[in-house]
């Protein structure tokens, strides 16, 4: 099997442009977990405060594709 042509290899979390080396380059997206702990600490305050609506957000992920996933943006 070849990467990127029969599987592709996604990470999620962690940025690999920081100088790593691997062959194919590993694509990746992160996200700020700051943000997301943020928005998860005010929703368990208002959960303690009895604040019963609880909605759903998403956060953006950076996505950044490299060799190890073969995708074409359509």
Same mark, same amino acid.
């Given at each position: 099997?070849?990467?990127?042509?029969?599987?592709?290899? @996604?990470?999620?979390?962690?940025?690999?442009?920081?100088?790593?080396? @691997?062959?194919?380059?590993?694509?990746? /997206?992160?996200?700020?977990?700051?943000?997301?702990?943020q928005k998860a600490t005010? /929703?368990?305050?208002?959960?303690?405060?009895?604040?019963?609506?609880?909605?759903?957000?998403?956060?953006?992920?950076?996505?950044?594709?490299?060799?190890?996933?073969?995708?074409?943006?359509?």
């Amino acid at each position: 099997k070849k990467i990127s042509k029969d599987v592709f290899v @996604f990470s999620l979390g962690f940025s690999f442009d920081d100088g790593l080396s @691997f062959e194919p380059k590993l694509s990746f /997206a992160t996200q700020d977990y700051y943000v997301i702990g943020q928005k998860a600490t005010n /929703a368990l305050i208002g959960l303690i405060q009895g604040d019963l609506n609880i909605s759903n957000e998403i956060i953006k992920s950076n996505i950044n594709y490299k060799e190890s996933f073969n995708y074409k943006e359509s």
